[in-house]
């Protein structure tokens, strides 16, 4: 099976973890500090601004708690966003105000985010979809204007850029992912970015139980070190040096693997476009650098699902991301979004990883094409 997402792992990981295990020291030290340093680096900011975490999602829940928002206050989402974001959102008490999207891109545009703003709305939580830049100077603009929060889902953009500037370090607070199926793996693990440093070291306290002082070996200042104190009921959602190593391992593969993954999206580009039942994706602009973690196709002719199950009978695994969300009934949304509904009944995300092969991409676009002949 040609899987839509796939790690590349080698024996650089495999050294890296065995140099940790040998250490005896399997918890969060000094490679999981050297990762932040470095993934600080990556993105252009100072290390007082990043703090790592075991999952992008508590980052989404976190984020609710830095800026305060709860009962009483609303969260403007873009219905195509993950499932993690609206969760953390409700969780704490707020509404969600979810808003549509640009039907190509599946990204929130200022207009789009604008429509649902009120006198209740504390913060926007963008997703920028496969890690393809969002209108950010017209969404930071319109943000000032009202004085709400920007929370910037950059889980698919690791190595994304807007004008220059790394995704998720725009807003007011971002965060990327690490787990499996992410492009830069270690298994689980996430790094999040907040733009005021105060506001960083009470995120990091609130990932580590609230601790005010430190305890064992890392305590070189208290005679009495197992002694501590805390400052807000935390909780233990930190990285480990086992997952850091195989990520600082990663880190080093990232230009590769992005420039890998250009090459498959224009070798489908190139095959695919003149298909005239499809779209491809536009062209990334030209001022912003994009992670390539989908490659997408909307289908014009009404049968994505019926394309999905053929290519899976040929062991070619396709996918939707990301699922509208307001038509999850938990949520309670009564809502339709015209952009969202169509994207989510006309769009399939294709195989995209650095270990795919030239022969399984032209294989991939051959059964595509020869779809409207079976």
């Excluded at 993934?39 to 992008?56: E, M, P």
């Excluded at 604008?114 to 100077?137: F, S």
């Excluded at 370090?169 to 996430?190: P, Q, R, Y």
């Excluded at 509904?341 to 270990?355: E, F, G, R």
Aim: with cysteine.
């Amino acid at each position: 099976m040609i899987n839509v997402f796939q790690p590349s792992l080698g024996k650089e990981e495999a050294r890296a973890v065995e140099k940790v295990l040998e250490s005896n020291w399997l918890g969060k030290g000094k490679i999981t500090d050297q990762f932040e340093e470095s993934f600080a680096k990556h993105l252009g900011v100072k290390k007082s601004q990043v703090c790592s975490d075991n999952c992008c999602t508590e980052g989404l829940f976190l984020s609710m708690e830095l800026f305060d928002i709860g009962a009483g206050d609303e969260v403007i989402l873009p219905t195509c966003s993950f499932v993690g974001a609206a969760n953390a959102i409700q969780k704490c008490g707020a509404e969600i105000a979810f808003c549509d999207v640009d039907k190509r891109t599946q990204n929130a545009t200022a207009g789009d985010i604008e429509k649902k703003i009120t006198a209740k709305t504390k913060a926007v939580l963008l997703m920028h979809y496969g890690g393809v830049p969002c209108e950010m100077d017209e969404i930071m603009q319109m943000a000032d204007a009202y004085h709400i929060k920007v929370i910037e889902d950059a889980a698919c953009g690791v190595a994304s850029k807007y004008k220059g500037k790394a995704l998720g370090t725009i807003g007011d607070m971002g965060m990327w992912s690490f787990d499996a199926m992410k492009i830069l793996v270690c298994g689980d693990g996430s790094m999040i970015y907040v733009k005021d440093e105060e506001m960083l070291q009470r995120a990091s306290k609130l990932l580590y139980f609230g601790l005010e002082s430190k305890s064992g070996y890392s305590n070189s200042v208290d005679q009495k070190w197992w002694e501590f104190e805390i400052s807000c009921l935390g909780r233990r959602s930190i990285m480990n040096d086992i997952t850091a190593a195989m990520a600082l391992e990663q880190l080093k593969k990232l230009p590769g693997f992005i420039a890998r993954r250009k090459e498959i999206a224009e070798m489908y580009t190139l095959g695919l476009q003149d298909v005239e039942w499809l779209d491809v994706p536009e062209s990334v602009p030209a001022d912003c650098e994009s992670s390539y973690y989908f490659y997408h196709i909307q289908l014009k002719n009404g049968k994505r699902d019926e394309l999905a199950r053929y290519l899976r009978d040929r062991d070619i695994y396709t996918t939707f991301r990301y699922f509208p969300l307001h038509r999850v009934k938990y949520y309670g949304c009564q809502e339709k979004f015209k952009n969202a509904d169509w994207a989510a009944d006309n769009t399939l995300c294709l195989p995209i990883h650095q270990a795919l092969k030239d022969e399984e991409i032209a294989y991939v676009i051959e059964m595509i094409m020869n779809f409207e002949k079976a």
